[in-house]
Every structure is written in C-alpha cells, then in structure tokens.
C-alpha cells in the first residue's frame, strides 16, 4: 500500500513562509488527487487545498493568494508554498491522496493519509 511523509513543518514568524512536502511510496499505484488539511486544535480538520493529476487546484477562502499546491507527477510528491502566514494558520497539516492500487491486475481505488506536520505561526 501506498504511505505519505510529510516534511517542511516548524516554527515561523508571522508574515514568514514555509513549505511542505508530501512524498508517496509504494508499489503499483498511480495517484489522482491529491490535498493539504488542517487541523486547529479545538476545530474540525478542514481543507486547505486540493490538486488533480492534471493539474486542476482549488484553495480554501482563508489561504487563496498566500497559499500554492503543486505537485511532480514523475515523483510522486506534493507540496504547499506558504507565503504571508498568519497566526491563525497554526494548525497540524496533513497531506491526503487518492489512488489506484494494482494488485497484480486487480485495481482497487484507495485512500491514505499522511502522519501529519506541525505548522506553528507567532504573532
């Protein structure tokens, strides 16, 4: 099965940027879409944004113009461009894929979670 690791978390400034990574492994698998959510502490988990295998992305209301999700198909890895961050952007960040696991010519469509990378903003 396929596993996500999350990388680039840590302690910034407000106004001060960060990027995270999101590589996948495994076998015989081919991502589709890919996102970053987030998790406050005392709040829901929500999405923060979300990438197609073509490319197509779509950002939560909070983070559109400071935030940018990409991806590099060839190495199956993600990442979220943090720029002008706020103190209310504290929170833990997970990355999240969708894909197709051949099982030796049995494909199943899955979903895996990564472990989750602490994003902390000071004022």
């Known amino acids: 099965q396929v596993q996500l690791v999350e990388s680039g978390g840590g302690l910034v400034q407000a106004g001060g940027s960060l990027r995270l990574s999101c590589a996948a492994s495994g076998r015989r698998f081919s991502i589709s879409t890919m996102a970053w959510y987030r998790q406050a502490p005392g709040k829901q988990r929500e999405l923060v944004a979300r990438?197609?295998?073509?490319?197509?992305?779509n950002y939560a209301d909070s983070v559109k113009g400071r935030f940018t999700i990409s991806r590099d198909n060839a190495k199956n890895t993600m990442f979220l461009q943090m720029n002008n961050l706020k103190p209310e952007d504290t929170a833990v960040y997970s990355c999240?894929?969708?894909?197709?696991?051949?099982?030796?010519?049995?494909?199943?469509?899955?979903?895996?979670w990564g472990q989750g990378t602490l994003v902390t903003v000071s004022s």
């Open positions: 990438i197609t295998s073509g490319g197509s992305t």
């Open positions: 999240n894929a969708g894909y197709l696991q051949d099982d030796l010519g049995v494909y199943r469509y899955l979903e895996v």
